[in-house]
């Protein structure tokens, strides 16, 4: 019988056929001196991307686990997908999130976190920097994910203030125990943010430095494209104020206040990006 893994990589896709490969190299790739399994849930893609999961699933079936939507879930409004999908079969202790438009770049990414989360274990998860590759331009960007001197750990406000800014979620590592996701915010479309906020209330986060990662830019990308911008995010009243009043019962008291803090930068935000947006539309016509 072969051993149990000690890590569950989960990897959410759909129609990622021109990436797909990248990501999957890359967890194949590593080097550990564990055993992982790759769970991947693709969400009825339409794009060949299925062909080319089925082809690596047939090739590696002891290390792959395939499952296949009939039809996309995401256009239903369902979101946490690897909570909802991934997270109930995976075996091992540890979780790492790659989706499959990202990759790793450091085939001893995972020895060097888990290493790590075994010997603090204080620490619920850690996260790491990664380079930023812009599919309009076919060149890697300044990134917003390296570029930090030193290891150090994320304290709650940095996680509400620079949830966008601080890591990619393709080098989250965490501990299944630890995972709280409140079925009641298991719509919302935030869920990294969700997630790495539960996290925190369960112990330690711990950035590494190292970039070991590719987070890529790309049109059909869920937090990317024309409508998916940040402005987008931010103006979705309806959906913060719901996030926000559900989140708060889980949060202690100075959680709460930098949670509040949260919503102040937020609403700033949504303001400051609106006249920007007013003033190139004015430069745009001439006024």
Known sequence: MAPSPLVSICCITFNHGSFIKDALEGFLAQKTNFPFEILIYDDASTDGNIEILKEYAAKYPDLIHLEIAEENRYSDGIRAMNIRYNLPRAKGKYIALCEGDDYWTDPEKLQKQVDFLEQHSEYSACVHGAKIYNEYTNSFEHSKYENRVEDKDL????IFEESGGVYPT?????????LVYPKDLMHFSGGDLILI?????????????????VYRIHQAGVYQGERKNLLFYLSNRK????????????????????LSWF??????????LRMKMAAKNNSGNGD
Request: proline share 2%; net charge positive; with cysteine.
């Open 197 to 213: 906020i539960f996290l925190a209330t369960q112990g330690r986060i711990r950035f590494m430095q190292e970039v070991m990662a």
């Open 239 to 258: 959906e913060l104020k719901y996030f926000y009043r559900e989140l708060s019962p889980y949060l202690n008291q100075s959680n709460k206040i930098k």
């Open 155 to 158: 304290g709650m406000f940095r």
């Open 170 to 178: 393709c080098s989250l590592v965490f501990r299944k125990d630890k």
């Open 263 to 272: 919503r102040c930068l937020n609403n700033m935000s949504m303001v400051y």
